[in-house]
C-alpha cells in the first residue's frame, strides 16, 4: 500500500512558477508509475503528468507540454511537478497519484492511490 501527501501549492502570479511534491510511503514506491492530475471547479480531473518507475520516461498533456515538468527521486520516494509560465487556467487543485505499472498511466481509473491534492491559483 502506499500513501501520498501532496504539497507545494499557493497563489502565484501569471507568468511565475511553483513545485508541487508528492511524499509517499511505503516499501514498494520505486514500483509505481505516478501521475499528477488536477481538478476545476465543476470540471472533471484531468490528467497532467505521468513518469514511469525509474523516471526514464514522462509523459505530458499536451495543455502544459514545454512549461511543465515531472520527475521523481526514488531514494527519497518523492515525485515532483516543476510548473513555469503558469497561466490562470492552470487554476486547480493538483493531485498526485500512483499506479502499479511499468507504463504511463493516463487515465484517472489507472491510478490507485491519491494524494489529498493541493490547491494552485493563479492571477492574471
Known amino acids: 500500500q502506499v500513501q501520498l501527501v501532496d504539497s507545494g501549492g499557493g497563489l502565484v502570479q501569471a507568468g511565475g512558477s511553483l513545485r508541487l511534491s508528492c511524499a509517499a510511503s511505503?516499501?514498494?514506491?520505486?514500483?509505481?508509475?505516478m501521475g499528477w492530475f488536477r481538478q476545476a471547479p465543476g470540471k472533471e480531473r484531468e490528467f497532467v503528468a505521468a513518469?514511469?518507475?525509474?523516471?526514464?520516461?514522462?509523459y505530458y498533456a499536451d495543455s502544459v507540454k514545454g512549461r511543465f515538468t515531472m520527475s521523481r527521486d526514488n531514494a527519497k520516494k518523492t515525485v515532483f511537478l516543476q510548473m513555469n509560465s503558469l497561466r490562470p487556467e492552470d487554476t486547480a487543485v493538483y493531485y498526485c497519484?500512483?499506479?502499479?505499472?511499468?507504463?504511463?498511466?493516463?487515465?484517472?481509473?489507472?491510478?490507485?492511490?491519491w494524494g489529498q491534492g493541493t490547491q494552485v491559483t493563479v492571477s492574471s
Open positions: 497519484a500512483a499506479a502499479l505499472t511499468f507504463g504511463l498511466p493516463k487515465g484517472v481509473n489507472e491510478y490507485r492511490y
Open positions: 511505503g516499501r514498494t514506491f520505486s514500483s509505481y508509475a
Open positions: 513518469i514511469n518507475w525509474n523516471g526514464a520516461s514522462t
